[in-house]
T-cell receptor, first 114, second 114 residues
Framework: SAVISQKPSRDICQRGTSLTIQCQVD?????MFWYRQQPGQSLTLIAT?????????ESGFVIDKFPISRPNLTFSTLTVSNMSPEDSSIYLC???????????FGPGTRLLVL | AQSVTQPDIHITVSEGASLELRCNYS??????LFWYVQSPGQGLQLLLK??????LVQGIKGFEAEFKRSQSSFNLRKPSVHWSDAAEYFC????????????FGQGTILTVHP
């Protein structure tokens, strides 16, 4: 299994500012994933982050808005840039378990933009 | 593109009653299917998964799911619901080369009456 922690757990931010969310895993993993869960909605994949290469973004998400770093095999950050109230969501980090057959999720970062 | 439909947004059952949560998927090849549970304020927990083989899969907490290719369904069942099962349940499908790129259904909120 993989234990994932995220910081911060929640935050309240002003529009126009940026927030960086950290994701730490207790083991080395090849791929890390960032999801967004808007209020009352399901989870949507934002991007896939591989160590040593640029993140791959899903349709509707762009690097300028959600820059991602992946400096090593246990850590990643997601920045939500120039925030608006529409960015209020839970942001979750996830990783594949050993063998790739199980996906583990972090506890999420609950973001409220005023 | 793959998609997942959970027709029931909200289900209410009495404690001790049986439960079935519906999930229909759309995917061109053999799907990898998952059920996750999200309790209030908690992260996502994997209940069970189907990759191949026996179409009836057993999961944690007494849950099971049956894969029916002819109906493109992967319904989740539990013979006797406990009050602690109250949560939101998500069906998800993975495709392509990564199990981590999940497409989630809209979720079903389960309320359990004593």
């Amino acid at each position: 299994s993989a234990v994932i922690s995220q910081k911060p757990s929640r935050d309240i931010c002003q529009r126009g500012t940026s927030l960086t969310i950290q994701c730490q895993v207790d083991s080395q993993v090849t791929m890390m994933f960032w999801y967004r869960q808007q209020p009352g909605q399901s989870l949507t994949l934002i991007a896939t982050a591989n160590q040593g290469s640029e993140a791959t973004y899903e349709s509707g998400f762009v690097i300028d808005k959600f820059p991602i770093s992946r400096p090593n095999l246990t850590f990643s950050t997601l920045t939500v840039s120039n925030m608006s109230p529409e960015d209020s969501s839970i942001y979750l980090c996830s990783v594949e378990g050993t063998g790739g057959e199980t996906q583990y999720f972090g506890p999420g970062t609950r973001l409220l933009v005023l | 593109a793959q998609s997942v439909t959970q027709p029931d947004i909200h289900i209410t059952v009495s404690e001790g009653a049986s439960l079935e949560l519906r999930c229909n998927y759309s995917y061109g090849a053999t799907p990898y299917l998952f059920w996750y549970v999200q309790s209030p304020g908690q992260g996502l927990q994997l209940l069970l998964k189907y990759f191949s083989g026996d179409t009836l899969v057993q999961g944690i907490k007494g849950f099971e799911a049956e894969f029916k290719r002819s109906q493109s369904s992967f319904n989740l069942r539990k013979p006797s619901v406990h009050w602690s099962d109250a949560a939101e349940y998500f069906c998800a499908v993975a495709g392509g080369t990564s199990y981590g790129k999940l497409t989630f259904g809209q979720g079903t909120i389960l309320t359990v009456h004593p």
